[in-house]
């Protein structure tokens, strides 16, 4: 069974920073792409960042570009979200996404002062 | 980047009606779409993957149709598990703004 169990969220300060992981099991992480997908309260779904299965290749929304970094540890089949200068904005559910089918329960992060 | 643009944003309709909601990309992107359905508080089902796949266990109700930059998600008879939010998403990223359907 495929589990994604993402943490890191956290109340954080306009312009400050936050890691956010996602622990994946269940399949062989290092032969998928993995996304973070996230959600503001009330609003619709917003793709953030994918990263390739070797790590190779990244890919960013605009809206993140240059502020928040995707990685991954495929010895430990974990993903990861770097995110520096966050602006109230970002306040959402982040998700952990594999292959648009599995889905991560998610965690809040929260920006504001 | 690709802009995906979903409508309506709204749509009320009874059980057993015939919904259509529609997502058009700003360039093609041949059949690389997904649909999904979320409902509050749940985190989003994929139904249909590279825009007319049917996920396993989706009921036959469900159908996507179109390629290129012009997409459709049809559900023939609409049940009451049905009321829910749908997003489409071209599979390289942009989601369309989601589509609420409720009881009419």
């Known amino acids: 069974e495929v589990q994604l169990l993402e943490s890191g969220g956290d109340l954080a300060q306009p312009e400050g920073s936050l890691r956010l992981s996602c622990a994946a099991s269940g399949f062989n992480f290092s032969s998928y792409a993995m996304s973070w997908v996230r959600q503001a309260p009330g609003k619709g779904l917003e793709w953030v960042s994918t990263i390739c299965g070797g790590a190779i290749s990244t890919d960013y929304a605009d809206s993140v570009k240059g502020r928040f970094t995707i990685s991954r540890d495929n010895s430990r089949d974990t993903l990861y979200l770097r995110m520096n200068s966050l602006r109230p904005e970002d306040t959402a559910v982040y998700y952990c996404?594999?292959?648009?089918?599995?889905w991560g329960q998610g965690t809040l992060v929260t920006v504001s002062s | 980047d690709i802009q995906m643009t979903q409508s309506p944003s709204t749509l009320s309709a009874s059980v057993g009606d015939r919904v259509t909601i529609t997502c058009r990309a700003s360039q093609s992107i041949t059949t690389w779409l997904a649909w999904y359905q979320q409902k509050a508080g749940k985190t989003p089902k994929l139904l249909i993957s590279k825009a007319s796949s049917l996920e396993g266990g989706v009921p036959s109700r469900f159908s996507g149709s179109g390629s290129g930059t012009e997409f459709t998600l049809t559900i023939s008879s609409l049940q009451p598990d049905d009321f829910a939010t749908y997003y489409c998403q071209q599979y390289n990223g942009t989601f369309g703004q989601g589509t609420k359907v409720e009881i009419k």
């Open positions: 996404v594999r292959d648009h089918r599995d």
